[in-house]
């Protein structure tokens, strides 16, 4: 069974970085891995995703230029840097993935069979 588990959130003024981590049980190299997040009272959105096998990039308008997503293959680990964050960019966020899928965009989260259990992010202003 494939797991996910993410690391890294926390608590930061505006302006400022997280990475997120999510370290999965197996090596990607032909799927689809992906942030989403969910604000409270919000509807769960995608934020970034690659595509493992070309290693192609894709993220919501809302994040461009200020978010990074990367895969480190030898860890099996999924990353996304965050920088000048906003307050808006407050919520849960969930590593996911779709195995096996040659995604061209982020797509919707019922693409996406595992999950993992999230990590809080907190941004004042």
């Known amino acids: 069974q494939e797991q996910l588990v993410e690391s890294g959130g926390g608590s930061v003024q505006a302006g400022g970085s997280l990475r997120l981590s999510c370290a999965a049980s197996f090596y990607s190299s032909r799927d689809c891995m992906a942030w989403f997040r969910q604000a409270p009272g919000k509807e769960r959105e995608g934020v970034a995703a690659?595509?493992?096998?070309?290693?192609?990039?894709y993220y919501a308008d809302s994040v461009k230029g200020r978010f990074t997503i990367s895969q480190d293959n030898a860890k099996n680990t999924l990353y996304l840097q965050m920088n000048y964050l906003e307050p808006d960019d407050t919520g849960m966020y969930y590593c996911?993935?779709?195995?096996?899928?040659?995604?061209?965009?982020?797509?919707?989260?019922?693409?996406?069979?595992?999950w993992g259990q999230g990590t809080q992010v907190t941004v004042s202003s």
């Open positions: 996911a993935a779709a195995r096996w899928y040659n995604c061209g965009g982020i797509g919707f989260r019922q693409n996406y069979k595992y």
């Open positions: 690659i595509n493992t096998a070309s290693g192609s990039t």
